[in-house]
């Protein structure tokens, strides 16, 4: 028997509130600033790194992009990004999707947002919508870092591409955000696995190494060669598929597989939280 | 509502049951707890008291019988009970890095039926109501067990309720605190709120209760309103005395049967046996001198303890 009553339906600003809430605790922590402050050092110590070392990188060498880093401070931000999304941003993301619910019965908080009442496909939902926050101010402090201080080390103007077009400064901004986007939707999957293993402990701690020890074995089964098959259903799989925003045309087509995969994890991984958050007995 | 039955009781359980694999935390229970009373909920640690509190608030599943929560059924209505009830269970729980009153809001923001236009006043006035306006602006890490406490008092009255569940409300608070819940239990129900209070204080029950239930592993072994649990068929005799042998020798000839304790004689006397001035009668006649005597009904602790058990070990 679930534990969760059908909601009634209700008016519209009162859901609202929760959310409010929400993201209104996820950004007073200090902890979230922490870790949206050491992302936004990325391309900051990338940038002095370059700037300081003077020499040119030939091209080809090095993370994509560095080369062109010194040429164009619109770069730095793809390149930190680059060096960013197989660990670092994963493991944030694993802190704040493996403390979504494990972090409630750690405080204790839990039982008394159960009993306002509040529905456990709420709560599940909200905290999952803040964790969505969450991506996108991380994905975009990095890319906007990354646009400040490139503009201070390094000359700014109009961007060539992969494909060797030219593009006005404007449309690169906009390729900037479309690729904090990109990799925003690229964290999903983990946050909804995270989602998931913090319905099963009241320690966040394990909820965040587990799920960062998964994404991280993601990432390894995707490099051995010998388990090909199985790579295109990896959640890290369409990572780095974001350079496919410096091409032109705009090519939408890894955005688009890597959508649906995200979505998948999301739709597998919220539906073991859900009925596993909904049926058991809330005894912290 | 079809779910409704007549709300006659704020609380009423029928056969409820809870097993732990083949451990009954709580077994078959028949709870009634009478609207506008103010009921004790009794038991030592481990008699299924919290486990009850659980499944009555929704929190846990329940493994057999039925729970109605204000008339409606539970957990299937939790969406109708709840905004009506205000809860204080195993402790105060707040988030501590921030302040008191953000963490009311916190709470009430979760409740969907709860008016986003009177949160600050809603919220205000609890806070004044256990007297912590001038702490509600601290964070909550700096607060004491007592502060906790009383905020997750306020908490429970944000909106206006019909029922509290308050599970030790007492717990870490000085006698000065303990004094304002008190008087805080007094004022609210006079106002019609129903009180389901668990404890392990009798004196404090004894003090402010109207109806008692005892739970002892798992099964409820008393209920009723204090008035009828105060009744007792038998008495306890109490005597102090220099000449114990001479006044177990008059005690068995009226018929009582007495031991000597220590300082003391006692005995069980069924009540209407005899006249309290009779035996003191028959004592003095026998040259038994009487350092102090009484005849009175068992207190709550002492029917409490015999009800459990001795003492408060925790149940298997």
């Known amino acids: 028997m679930s534990l969760d009553s059908s909601p009634k339906p209700s008016v519209a600003f009162a859901h609202f509130e929760f959310v409010k809430s929400e993201l209104s605790l996820l950004f007073t922590r200090r902890r979230t600033w922490a870790m949206l402050f050491t992302i936004s050092l990325i391309p900051i110590f990338l940038a002095i790194a370059v700037s300081l070392s003077g020499s040119t990188v030939p091209p080809g060498e090095g993370p994509p992009f560095l080369d062109r880093v010194s040429q164009n401070g619109l770069f730095v931000g793809f390149t930190a990004m680059v060096l960013a999304i197989p660990f670092f941003l994963p493991l944030t993301m694993a802190v704040v999707s493996g403390d979504t619910i494990a972090g409630e019965a750690n405080t204790g908080t839990l ?99 587990a799920t960062v020890i998964l994404s991280t074995v993601s990432q390894i089964l995707g490099s051995l060669p010998q388990i090909e098959v199985i790579h295109p259903y990896l959640p890290t799989y369409y990572w780095l598929g974001f350079a496919d925003f410096l091409r032109s045309p705009l090519d939408f087509t890894s955005f688009t597989s890597n959508l649906l995969l995200q979505l998948g994890y999301i739709l597998i991984f919220g539906s073991f939280a859900y009925s596993k958050f909904t049926t058991k007995d809330v005894l912290s | 509502m079809a779910s409704s039955i007549a709300a006659e009781y704020a609380i009423e359980t029928r056969g409820l049951s809870k097993s732990f694999g083949s451990h009954n935390a709580v077994d078959g229970i028949d709870l009634r707890v009478p609207r506008g009373s103010v009921f004790g909920f009794l038991g030592p640690n481990g008699s299924g008291k919290t486990s009850t509190i659980r499944m009555l608030l929704g929190l846990s599943n329940i493994s057999a019988g039925e729970v109605y929560l204000l008339g409606h059924r539970m957990p299937d209505h939790l969406d109708l009970a709840l905004p009506r009830v205000g809860a204080l269970v195993e402790g105060p729980a707040f988030y501590p890095f921030i302040s008191g009153r953000r963490n009311l809001i916190r709470f009430d923001s979760a409740n969907k039926n709860a008016d986003p236009k009177t949160r600050d006043e809603r919220v205000d006035r609890a806070l004044a109501r256990v007297g912590l306006t001038a702490a509600a602006k601290k964070k909550v890490h700096a607060y004491s067990l007592g502060m906790k406490q009383r905020l997750a008092i306020a908490n429970a009255l944000l909106q206006p309720r019909e029922l509290l569940v308050l599970d030790e409300p007492t717990n870490g608070l000085d006698p000065q605190g303990t004094r304002e819940i008190r008087n805080l239990v007094r004022t609210l129900a006079s106002e019609g709120i129903t009180f389901f209070i668990s404890s392990h204080l009798l004196v404090e029950i004894e003090q402010i209760c109207t109806h008692l239930a005892v739970m002892s592993q798992g099964k409820l072994v008393e209920q009723g309103s204090l008035e009828e649990l105060s009744k007792s068929e038998t008495l306890v005799l109490t005597l102090q005395t220099d000449q114990k042998q001479g006044a177990i020798k008059v005690l068995r000839d009226l018929k009582i049967k007495a031991k000597a304790h220590q300082s003391e004689i006692v005995a069980v006397v069924p009540r209407g046996l005899i006249e309290p001035e009779e035996i003191v009668r028959k004592l003095t006649r026998a040259k038994v001198g009487i350092k102090s005597f009484s005849l009175l009904a068992p207190t709550l602790e002492e029917r409490f303890v015999s009800l459990t058990g001795e003492g408060f070990d925790v149940a298997r």
């Open chain 1, 111 to 209: 039982r008394y947002l159960l009993i306002s009442p509040l529905s456990r496909a709420k709560l599940l939902l909200v905290k999952f919508i803040g964790a969505g926050a969450f991506a996108l101010a991380a994905t975009f402090t990095l890319m906007l870092t990354g646009i400040i201080i490139g503009s201070i080390l390094f000359p700014i103007g109009p961007v060539t591409l992969l494909s060797g077009e030219v593009i006005p400064i404007p449309d690169a901004l906009l390729r900037i955000a479309l690729v904090a986007i990109y990799v925003s939707i690229s964290l999903m999957g983990v946050a909804a696995i995270g989602l998931f293993i913090s319905t099963l402990t009241v320690v966040p701690v394990g909820a965040m190494a």
